[in-house]
């Protein structure tokens, strides 16, 4: 009453009456802020050095329940606090707490995210304290150029209203600010760029936002290539709205990424690898990347059926790297030794009970929680009640890992691995026993999966079994179990132990262990033979014989190995077969095989015969007239040589004399042929040889008559001849002839000089007649013409 005015109270437009609220109250609110989301994960493991820790509750948080401390980030079983920023923000009614690592982490480690109790909604309900793990696999940055880090403002990027593209939107309540509160801290960032947007609900089309970054802009002097991949941490609000990246190609064209659902709260690392990822034209654009020089057009926001028609996203660091592909471990070792006594918690090893059946309790012992529902659990023999240390002893340590089997016919869990990369060289290993055969021996499978995705989901058709038979029974004692890897380098695989009893016990495993096995000799690359000419040196043989050949490991990776050679018993002028043996020694690294394979190979040294190369002709025979042809053989030579290969060796044959037509009463020339028969030491000439000499048998006609005489005081070389024959003589050569013999001429010249060249290079291979006329008339020999 400070005015003398009294109020309407029950609205009756007179002054007074009773004022009455009424009111309704919901149930009292008892219970505290619910985790919705986290990253990294147990299934999701980080994948940059510095991992954004992402919690999600589903009310607001109050700020002053938040310590410093309430989150903290370090390895397993370490003491050593990873420094960071902790940061809170209410999102749509939803609390996201962010710790930024200000420190690299260490890919060899598994980490620990702690998280305090005490977290408070309005009404004083509070969290407890809760933790959780992940592990690093690290793709390393190996070149990083910022486009925009948003510390200095937004100025060159346009409105959102300015893109003509942009439609459907609430303008009043769409724009984009510089913001210095919501930042990336992991990369020391001072701003970040809000996208503020509001749909016009039930808008004929579907509303959109380009966020125009113009090719002048300054940031767009960093021009990137297909080799690059686009990156930009983006703070979501979880409105299931989309989002794309947009550049211009080399070509100018328009392409953009997929659309990406903002399913998400809070920061996240966008990545576009523009050689590896899908890529959709947008207005001039074809959906491929072209030429080089490629820049930012901007983001694209779109509105999705069933999402927010309000809210706000922020851009960090948008910036364009290289990577290198994603550092999978290669070896593995787990005793079990670093885990709680009795724990189920094996990350960052994945367990999955099938049946989810309630176990055995164990005979003549207990442990925390026998006889409940789990898949594998590590126990300490030594730590039970009613220690079986004695009788059941881990291969080595404190602990190792159990399956019970559950209250079902046919049990079905699984073990399975972190992701490894496999290599030419990995083999698994692992020890295992059953605890008893009362009920059976323990049954179990080995099997792989590749899986290089981020998230892991049991899928168990997706497994191939790599151990034989329908399953393996695990003896009374430890007995290692290997099986090699190798068939699938290269790839990213996890590998799985099944648990299928049928109706047992207790099966026990220890010491599993991916690791790279010592590469063995498995094959030897034969040596080649080879061929000598008859009289090599075992010197020249043994220079022949290959240096080195190869021998692969189990692995098929070849190496070469160099070879010293000897030669059993050789003998350069013994044709025939010797056997060679080349030794080596294994290059280092390799290994013996078991059994051991021999460190030598070996070669046939085959020393050839010698070849025929000629024959030496026979000369002509004169015989009195009359004279029977028994005398006749008895006058021509009984033998000739053979010249072979070997320059030095040379072979007498015996000829067998035939005289074709003979007449001793009819003067005149005849053919005498002898043939002979080729020694075994020798081979045949290539192309053969006739195996005959044929000469000249001249029957004189009387006393009177004038004889045509062997050559006399001339030389004729060389005999045989291949190209050229030289004539020299102590006299003018008037007439030189050449004949067949069977008497055709092939020839003739008259030189009128003492010596004369003769040209037999076209001359078919055989005997032929030499006759040169002198002042002392007609003479004649043998020419043999060989090839």
Partial sequence: QLTGQYLDGDGDGQEGGDFVLAFTTSEEDSTPPQLLDFSPSENEPARVLRPIIRLVYDEPIIDSSIASDAITLSPINSANLVQGVIHHKVINGQSVLHFFPTTDLDPSLTYEVSVTAGFSDQFNNLTEAMNFRFYLIEQQITMLTMIDSFDTGIVNWWEPQQAGQTTGIVTEQTGRFHDINVVNHTTGSTGSMRLDYAWIEGFAGTPYIRQYLPPTASQNNNRFNIDNVLQVYVFGDGSGNELRLMIRDGLNHLEGSSWIPIDWVGWKLISWDLANDPVFGWVNGNGELEGQNFYLDG???????????????????????????????????ESFEDFDDFTTDLFPWITVDVQEVITWNPDGFTFPGAGTTYAFKVLNPAQTSGPIIDNHPPVDGDKYLIAMQSQIVGDNKWLISPQIMATEA??????????????????FRVLVMPDEGPVFSFNPSA??????????????????????????????????????SHDSYMLMLDQIEIAMAAPMIASITPAEDISMAYGTSETIALRELQPSTTIADQFGQTYVVGLDWSIADYDGFVAGDYLATGIFSLPAGVSQSNPPTPLQVTAIVNVRKPFLVGIQPVGPVQVAFGTPIEDVIMVLPATTLLFTSYATLEIAVELDWTIQDYDPQVPGDYTATGTFDLPEEINQAIPPLELKVVTLVTVLQDDTSVPEVNLRGFRVFPNPARQQVKLVAGQIIEKVQVFSLDGKLMFGMEPQNTEIEMNVAEMEQGIYLLRVLTSNGWQQTLLQVIR
Avoid at 477 to 491: D, K, P, R, S
């Fill in 299 to 333: 983001f694209h926001l779109r509105y999705a059926n069933g999402a927010g028609l309000q809210g706000s996203i922020y851009f960090d660091d948008l910036r364009f790297v290289k990577r290198g592909d994603l550092a999978f471990p290669t070896t593995l070792f």
């Fill in 426 to 443: 990995s083999v698994l290993k692992f020890y295992a026993k059953s605890i008893s055969d009362e009920f059976g021996l323990e049954r």
């Fill in 463 to 500: 497994f191939t079994q790599v151990s034989a038979g329908e399953y393996v029974e695990a003896p009374l004692e430890w007995t290692q179990y290997e099986h090699f890897l190798g068939n699938f380098a290269g790839q990213v695989i996890r590998f799985a132990i099944q648990y299928v």
